[in-house]
């Protein structure tokens, strides 16, 4: 064997001289670098959290020029390297599977654009690894997070109180002409600041506390610690407000994994810094309790915890320092023994936020809102009989009083869809000093739980409520204390954190992810490409839902990439855990303060990570630029110092050596001005894209102006720049047929323009049914009908598709009847009555089956008078018709035509049998009641109501709502006839429509009700 020559030790030496020289030349072009992507890391929470491709377009332009860039320097270093850890071929694999999933997408455009974000995410997780090569530069991206963190905070703690420093930015940024514009960033007592959802700024606040906490403990300069610790409190303060029960379910896990991994040593540093800032951010939230002119001023409560928080530091650093100044004094404590005050403190919190206060309900004066009710919810064992006791009293001198108790059992399907079934409900009244209140009721065997609610009746007094709890009948004991109040806390964010796993937002997640896996079932291998749970998610739903995202980051993965992209992200998991174990064994030169950074990224990766499988943080850009930016950090250790085996262990065998040889991958280089150019080819894409949306608003600002000849130019130019992008074809197929004379080259490109959205875009449920609108506006019935109908497979769960395709069949045939064509007309009436059945079979399938509303009703009604009827004639007819029975609609199944509602189901039996409604009074139980669905009357007209019954009945009463004020008596007008005339000559129309109310005395037999216009 021939042997390799060895390079000279002075050759070596020469060629890391020159390596070094190279570096530092362009060591000021690197900074450059390294600051444009701290800029990208702060600035995108901002725009919305870089959620819309309004400002994500801008933000990918900007990371790849800054990409281009990196390699241009890359090439001047004469650095050829692109990927060498499994980290990175992990991350490089997520990008590559976007881009080969636009193949088998079932939306190019959204395909694309899934595939730029996951681009910009790899440019700026490769320049972030590749650059912060030292300690000080990722102590620089570290604090650039928190900066960002601490912006977040501030624009939400302010807009909780008003917005006065928001208003102030919006109003600059008007001035200066600026597209930026802050809000939505407080909404129903939770802040959302710029990323305009809680959950998801929670967990970036999150990660940005551990950042803090980290940075303090390594940090040498008492002032910069002070300012961490500051932050990390505003940080905290501002999370608590989120009301994100995942990410605060989560902290005590999280703050125990990480105070274990932390080095031997830092424990209990970690460990007083954590309480402090937990203490600190106690006191801002919960001094204003205590103290009532601080109440209502959030900012002061802060900066009094702010204090707080460096009051308890400074005390404890010269504690410190004065037992360090001992002789021979050293402190010893095994890791173990921190479990006890941590568990203590963790105790200790819950115990204090659980403490119970008589709860007051408020008079239910005109004025009240709230106050005056609660409701308790809780899980009790099915089958079981149980008895709720409670002690009830007023305050002294308030004689008159009232109260209600109200019991209600929720099934699975009751908690997602807020209906449940009343167990036991009671009224009190004037009652004494204090008084017992039981209630004996049963659990059915599908409860999952029992919502019990007590409600102040009177408008007078107030009423407290005590020493709640529940019994067993059996042997008296108690089997729960029920908390109706809470001393520190509002009953308002307890009852957020109650049975979180029986709560309708854990259930319809749940269910989320049951559709989304329905996604992958059917494209299993590649996916459907990047954004198509968006499109395909109303094709798949167990009932309606209008959530565009799955709430589970792998089941998006799963849906949008397949078995193979979920693979990817499994290598990208175990490539991180791998590099982890790899660090922790064989660098033993690491510093503490290396190992403190590395375990906190760690832990924030895990954070997001964990919490992305119930939640849709990840789509928000700007949060998963944090994760990627995170994990880059993370992988600069492994990328830029690796690990070395000494002498033992490289004697020992491949089983132990098997984590260090994954984790040091043969390094994969490439040729620098190669990925220049791709770089710049990959950003003329989202530049495309931009001045595609420029051109569209142009167009759109033409159109509201009437310049409908520079209108069109400007969208034919948004088509060229975007040409997958079906709603800029669909629009300038609408202006051009808006013109008021098209040429026929103008109409065949209209023609071209639609089928070609349709086409590129035919899962897109939007599209479809405009689409389908054009090919009416240009006379294809034929064809718009049939996409209409691609519109109700793609959303059948939703009744706008249906009423669309109603309304088209009563339009077309219509148009038929005034050319004499009765059998065109009779064809088309036939097609939108389908939509009765056709609906029915959809909604066997439906969690949450749908009825139609009142104006799809109304145009089926029509078609019926249509059908039996139908002549030239009957056009005029049919306009006076106003309501008219269709006993066969019934497309929910539960036996009631849907024209109809039984207002009281304990007095009244309805049904349909033989084709007549019937109508069952139940004995001893009151009058029923029976309502139509709501219809329109014309002020000025006179109207005639006739009903046909399928029984005697001497007398029927009735009510048109919003124009009676008691019932009336029909005349009868026949054997079996009833009739009246309402005339609105002098009335004021209601806005909120008409409908007529039968009184149930005794069994009515309905065989028709009609109400049409007879002046």
Request: one cysteine or more; proline letters at 2%; charged letters at 20%.
């Amino acid at each position: 064997m021939v042997s390799k020559k060895k390079t000279p030790k002075k050759s070596v030496k020469k060629q890391n001289r020159n390596i070094e020289n190279r570096n530092n030349k362009y060591k000021a072009f690197k900074t450059v670098l390294l600051i444009l992507n701290l800029m990208a890391v702060f600035y995108t929470p901002f725009v919305r959290g870089l959620y819309f491709e309004a400002e994500q377009f801008p933000a990918e332009v900007f990371v790849l020029i800054s990409f281009a860039l990196f390699w241009v320097m890359k090439y001047l270093t004469k650095d050829g390297k692109f990927i060498s850890t499994p980290m990175e071929y992990a991350s490089l694999g997520l990008a590559v599977v976007y881009f080969v999933s636009i193949i088998m997408s079932v939306s190019y455009r959204l395909a694309i654009s899934e595939w730029l974000k996951y681009c910009m995410f790899f440019c700026i997780f490769i320049m972030i690894t590749d650059l912060a090569k030292d300690q000080r530069s990722r102590i620089a991206v570290l604090w650039t997070v928190v900066a960002a963190a601490m912006g977040l905070s501030i624009i939400g703690l302010d807009s909780s109180v008003g917005g006065r420093f928001v208003d102030m930015a919006n109003s600059l940024f008007k001035s200066l002409h600026i597209p930026v514009e802050f809000f939505g960033l407080y909404v129903d007592g939770r802040i959302h600041s710029t990323i305009q959802y809680p959950n998801a700024l929670a967990v970036y606040l999150l990660v940005a506390v551990f950042i803090s906490l980290a940075l303090s403990v390594i940090s040498e300069k008492r002032w910069q610690r002070m300012v961490l610790g500051a932050c990390s409190t505003v940080l905290s303060v501002t999370l608590l407000l989120t009301l994100s029960r995942g990410v605060l379910i989560l902290v005590p896990f999280l703050l125990l994994l990480y105070i274990l991994f932390i080095p031997r040593g830092y424990k209990l540093k970690v460990s007083m810094l954590s309480i402090n800032t937990a203490l600190s951010s106690a006191v801002s939230l919960l001094i204003g309790r205590g103290v009532k002119f601080l109440s209502s001023n959030l900012w002061a409560r802060v900066v009094i915890g702010v204090l707080v928080y460096i009051a308890i530091f400074l005390m404890l650093e010269f504690l410190i320092s004065w037992l360090a100044g001992k002789s021979k004094f050293k402190l010893k404590i095994k890791p173990a023994f921190l479990l006890v005050p941590f568990a203590a403190v963790v105790v200790a919190s819950v115990l204090f936020i659980n403490i119970p206060n008589t709860l007051v309900l408020r008079s239910k004066s005109s004025d009240s809102k709230t106050g005056y009710y609660t409701v308790k919810n809780i899980q009790l064992v099915p089958g079981k009989e149980y008895r709720l006791e409670v002690d009830a009293s007023r305050a002294e001198g308030d004689e008159e009083n009232s109260f209600e108790v109200r019991i209600t059992t929720k099934n699975k399907r009751d908690i997602m869809f807020n209906t449940g079934t009343r167990l036991q409900s009671i009224s009190k009244k004037n009652i004494g000093n204090v008084e017992k209140v039981e209630i004996p009721f049963t659990v059915p065997e599908d409860s999952r739980l029992i919502v019990i609610q007590f409600t102040n009746t009177s408008s007078e007094s107030d009423i407290f409520l005590d020493n709640a709890k529940i019994v067993s009948p059996k042997n008296n004991k108690t089997v729960k204390k029920l908390t109706l109040a809470y001393k520190y806390m509002p009953n308002s964010v307890m009852g957020r954190f109650s049975n979180l796993f029986q709560s309708k937002s854990f259930l319809a997640r749940m269910q989320f992810i049951q559709d989304g896996l329905g996604i992958f079932k059917d494209h299993w291998f590649l996916g459907a490409g990047g954004g198509a749970w968006s499109v395909l998610t109303f094709s798949y739903q167990s009932y309606l839902y209008w959530s565009t995202q799955p709430h589970s980051y792998i089941v998006q993965v799963a849906a949008e990439t397949g078995i193979v992209g979920v693979l990817i992200f499994i290598m990208l998991i175990a490539s991180i855990l791998v590099q982890f174990i790899t660090e922790r064994v064989y660098k033993k030169d690491m510093d503490d303060a290396q190992k403190i950074l590395q375990i906190t990224l760690l832990v924030s990766i895990f954070t997001m990570f964990a919490h992305s499988m119930l939640d849709f943080d990840l789509s928000i850009s700007s949060v998963y630029i944090l994760l990627w930016t995170v994990m880059a950090l993370f992988n600069s250790s492994s990328r830029h110092e690796k690990a070395v085996l000494d002498k033992k262990e490289l004697e020992e065998g491949n089983k132990n050596r098997l984590l260090y040889r994954i984790n040091n991958l043969k390094r994969f280089n490439v040729n620098c001005i190669a990925l220049v150019i791709v770089s710049l080819l990959v950003m003329a894409v989202p530049m495309a894209f931009a001045m595609a949306a420029h051109y569209e608003k142009k167009s759109e600002q033409y159109m509201s102006e009437g310049n409908i000849e520079m209108a069109l130019e400007s969208i034919k130019k948004a088509v060229s720049f975007d040409s997958f992008n079906s709603g800029y074809k669909i629009k300038y197929c609408e202006q051009l047929l808006s013109q008021e004379s098209i040429t026929r080259d103008e109409l065949a490109l209209a023609r071209k323009l639609r089928e070609d959205a349709y086409k590129i875009d035919k899962y897109n449920v939007s599209t479809a049914e405009k689409a389908g609108l054009l090919s009416l506006k240009m006379s294809e019935f034929d064809r718009g009908l049939e996409m209409i109908d691609r519109a109700i497979e793609l959303r059948p769960f939703a009744e706008r598709q249906w009423k669309m395709k109603a309304d088209a069949c009563y339009e077309i045939a219509k148009a038929y009847i005034n050319k004499n064509d009765v059998q065109n007309a009779k064809k088309y009436i036939e097609q939108g009555l389908e939509v009765i059945k056709e609906a029915a079979i959809k909604n066997e399938k439906n969690m949450k089956p749908f009825v139609f509303g009142s104006k799809t009703l109304e145009g089926i009604e029509k078609m019926v008078y249509l059908n039996k009827n139908i002549s030239g004639e009957t056009l005029d007819q049919v306009k006076n018709q106003v309501f008219l029975t269709v006993n066969e609609i019934d497309i929910n199944s539960d036996g009631i035509p849907d024209q109809w509602k039984n207002l009281t189901p304990d007095s009244a039996e309805v049904g349909v049998e033989n084709g007549v409604i019937v109508v069952k009074s139940i004995p001893e139980s009151g009058a029923g009641t029976i309502q139509t669905r709501a219809f329109d009357l014309e002020e000025g007209k006179k109207y005639k109501l006739e009903l046909v019954l399928g029984n005697d009945a001497k007398e029927v009463s009735y009510r048109l709502m919003n124009y009676h004020n008691k019932y009336q008596k029909l005349e009868k007008s026949g054997e079996r006839m009833f009739s009246a005339e309402i005339d609105m000559a002098s009335e004021d129309i209601n806005s909120e429509g008409y409908s007529v109310r039968l009184r149930i005395d005794k069994d009515l037999v309905i065989e028709s009700l009609t109400v049409s216009q007879v002046r």
